[in-house]
């Protein structure tokens, strides 16, 4: 039986898992169509709201998914879908609402407040890196210079849970995959892609729902400050 090896390096997943993306997004969205409406007065754009703009998001992502992993094309794309829905097939207003939400999503980015004291207990003994399948590059999210390594699944052509992007991370570290240690709030994404490559993985698990899945973590914590205890044993 060969040795376990030990973690040198933690990859940390970016929405729900370093920041409240929903809380974000939205604010975002209401940013953007109170522009839209604006802009396109009228019935029609009255009656839309944000969790339609989300249906038609995610109806769009669905639809362009294995055919780009670029996120401000999907969301270019959603506009464009939303602005069709309601009569206004407008490439520029597309593109100045896209401009908008990009704005908007980067500059209210808020931390959990146990993120910036983990990552201060961690990085003096392990290589930190961020692997997300989103587009909150650390410097427009209040963490400038905090990890050594950084993939996108939109810079990398692959998405969490496929075993191609957690590669990646694992030669931008320095490290076997058995050395690194993933942690993200998606069991589908996060912990089975971990799992499949042969990483440690761990489910912040923020909420304390339950697991109705197959999909199980080496270890489930609710907040980034057990990390620190964890990673000792």
Wanted: contains cysteine; charged residues 25%.
């Amino acid at each position: 039986m060969s040795e376990k090896k030990a973690i040198t390096a933690i990859s940390f997943d970016g929405d729900e898992t370093l920041w409240d993306f929903q809380k974000v997004m939205r604010h975002s969205l209401a940013i953007v169509l109170g522009e839209l409406r604006s802009r396109v007065p009228g019935e029609a754009s009255e009656g839309l709201n944000i969790d339609k703009m989300i249906e038609i998001r995610n109806a769009v992502a669905a639809e362009l998914r294995g055919k780009t992993v670029n996120l401000e094309e999907v969301r270019f794309q959603a506009f464009k879908r939303t602005l069709q829905s309601i009569g206004c097939a407008d490439d520029a207003l597309a593109r100045d609402l896209n401009a908008r939400y990009l704005e908007n999503r980067f500059e209210d980015i808020e931390l959990y407040p146990d993120v910036i004291p983990a990552l201060d207990s961690l990085r003096d003994e392990f290589t930190l890196g961020l692997l997300s399948n989103g587009n909150g590059y650390p410097e427009h999210c209040g963490l400038p210079e905090r990890f050594s390594f950084v993939v996108f699944s939109q810079d990398a052509g692959a998405e969490k849970p496929e075993t191609e992007i957690f590669s990646v991370a694992c030669r931008q570290a320095g490290c076997a995959p058995a050395e690194l240690m993933h942690v993200g709030d998606s069991l589908a994404s996060d912990v089975s892609g971990a799992n499949a490559v042969g990483a440690v993985s761990v489910w912040l698990n923020r909420e304390n729902v339950r697991n109705d899945t197959d999909v199980l973590p080496d270890h489930e914590i609710q907040s980034l400050a057990a990390l620190a205890e964890l990673v000792k044993n």
